[in-house]
């Protein structure tokens, strides 16, 4: 499961992911980072089973989290099927059926939001 985890560097310099793992022994695959000397967020996989204890351990610390049930939104009465958001996604996220019709793995996807520029029919969008 993916979890959005947001964290502020106000109070400190706690390495939030290390002291998780090390305190949960839960292994956590950072798929996208950006932070800065005053704050942070960082998109996170972690086995479903153990998201809740990873979320709340997070918590603890002091970080936002919130549990991404979906990557990209695809609104498909939008898409034309143009592919325009293919080659831009650095995680292979999107391809063409048999068909030509776009397809979306959810499981890539790494909310980077480059497709959403990309897309010239606006069909992509963030998840709230």
């Known amino acids: 499961m993916k ?20 305190d949960t022994g839960v292994l956590i695959n950072v798929e996208r980072a950006n932070i800065d000397s005053s704050e942070g967020e960082a998109l996170i996989e972690v086995p479903d089973n153990q998201c809740k204890l990873v979320r709340d351990s997070m918590t603890e610390l002091g970080a936002q989290v919130r549990i991404l049930e979906h990557g990209v939104n695809l609104n498909e009465s939008e898409c034309v099927d143009c592919g325009a958001c293919i080659s831009i996604c650095p995680r292979e996220a999107f391809s063409l059926d048999a068909d030509w019709k776009l397809r979306l793995d959810e499981d890539k996807c790494v909310l980077c939001g480059k497709c959403i520029s990309a897309c010239p029919h606006r069909a992509l969008s963030l998840p709230l």
């Open 3 to 22: 979890l959005m985890v947001t964290f502020s560097r106000g109070k400190g310099r706690t390495p939030i992911i290390a002291q998780v793992v090390r």
